[in-house]
């Protein structure tokens, strides 16, 4: 039990993101309205991108920017002292992709309510398998 | 099925939630993402780009592909949003409503009926036009310059401090929304056309790869910016900094571009015409 609490304390960041994607992946499940279906993936995605942005993190470490100044002597760099970098500029870019996309689901919400009159799935379905 | 779902749920939570006792401790500066490539990165950015922000440095330079690539998936789904949902019908079709300044009236005219002519005083207005919103008006107005400067700022500030060309062109986007909720979205299209959107992203995407052609016909690697050194007159590690420049603003371009055309399809389901 002890074990298990010291487990939870040193990585409870994981067991949160854990979370947050499940309750993402059960809306995507359960959920009949497509525009909640859709809320769901964009749950999922922010547990993602917080899950690449915690693995960045370093203990005692600062924002990977290089402290400079001008006319300064340049000084040897060590990597204990900068966050992890590359999360950063993954998610940087997913989160701009999943602004774009989000736009491609609204999209194409859009032109299946304009067609179905609706946006609950099983309404959808029984439209469609009556054509 | 909501239970059925919930087992799923729960036991797909536990099977991760098991997985993780074997991941590195919160903070650990010797977990295996921190140790492989990122210390290269982190300790070599000064001397391969000279440019201090990591971030910005391992975006543009290191994984220049990748981040061409996300460019063009942002591109690509502008260019889906256009394709799903516009129509580009008969604008005369529908009933419109007219504004009278002088008198304040409105004016309702039915389909195929008489157009007037667009003025100051005779204009346009939505089905859902309140008359008197001048406060939201006018902060909108004197705040948006505002809002585009601090997002050149971003975009042309990224080598040395937070920022770069998918924030500034958000950021950018995002000014170019606030006017069109804050007036109406015929007026945004009025300053920002549906075609110029377009070409924003069209020529973002040409200069992100454009850039990298130039070093291949400069006679290095593609998106090898040290090649840019022969034509700009400055060493290689200083051309790589201006290479990353010019990339960045790129795609802070067709970022823009792709916001304001995703919002204008959305909001009035692509009809451009009365929107939210």
């Known amino acids: ?131 | 099925m909501k239970i059925f779902a919930l087992v799923i749920v729960i036991l797909c939570g536990a099977l991760l939630i098991y997985g993780t006792s074997d991941f590195p401790a919160w903070g650990d500066p010797a977990s295996p993402a921190s140790t492989h490539v990122s210390p290269y990165y982190i300790e070599h950015t000064i001397e391969d780009t000279s440019v201090p922000n990591i971030v910005t440095s391992v975006l543009a330079d290191y994984r220049g592909f990748d981040t061409m690539f996300e460019t063009i998936v942002i591109f690509t789904a502008g260019i889906a949003c256009f394709f799903l949902l516009r129509v580009i019908a008969d604008k005369d079709r529908d009933t419109r409503l007219y504004h009278h300044a002088l008198t304040g009236m409105t004016f309702r005219i039915k389909e195929g009926g008489k157009l007037p002519e667009e003025s100051k005083e005779f204009r346009r207005i939505d089905s859902d036009w309140v008359p008197y919103d001048l406060i939201m008006k006018i902060t909108c107005r004197l705040v948006v310059p505002f809002i585009q400067l601090f997002a050149l700022y971003v975009i042309a500030h990224g080598h040395h401090s937070p920022g770069g060309g998918f924030q500034g062109g958000v950021i950018i986007g995002a000014a170019a929304i606030l006017f069109a909720l804050s007036n109406d979205l015929r007026s945004a299209i009025v300053r920002c056309s549906e075609k110029l959107a377009a070409l924003f992203y069209s020529v973002g995407v040409f200069i992100y790869a454009g850039t990298g052609l130039l070093c291949v016909i400069l006679g290095m690697n593609f998106l090898d910016y040290g090649a840019l050194a022969k034509i700009l007159g400055v060493d290689p590690v200083t051309a790589r900094s201006h290479g990353i420049l010019a990339v960045e603003i790129g795609v802070g371009i067709a970022v823009m571009g792709v916001v304001v055309s995703i919002y204008y399809n959305l909001s009035s389901a692509g009809k451009h015409d009365e929107g939210l």
């Not at chain 1, 995605?45 to 924002?63: E, H, M, N, W």
């Not at chain 1, 993954?90 to 992709?97: D, E, G, H």
């Open chain 1, 1 to 131: 039990m002890g074990d298990l609490v010291s487990k939870f304390v040193t990585t409870y960041n994981y067991w949160v993101y854990i979370v947050l994607m499940m309750i993402g992946l059960y809306a995507i499940i359960v959920k009949n309205n497509l525009v909640k279906k859709v809320i769901g993936l964009n749950i999922v995605q922010t547990a993602i991108i917080l899950f690449f942005v915690s693995i960045g993190a370093k203990r005692g470490a600062t924002i990977p920017i290089i402290a400079h100044g001008h006319g300064e002597e340049v000084h040897a760099v060590h990597a204990v002292d900068y966050i992890n970098p590359l999360p950063h500029v993954l998610m940087l870019t997913a989160i701009v992709v999943s602004v774009a996309t989000l736009g491609v689901a609204l999209a194409m919400a859009i032109k299946l309510y304009q067609e179905y009159n609706t946006l609950e799935e099983d309404e959808i379905q029984a439209q469609a398998r009556e054509e």
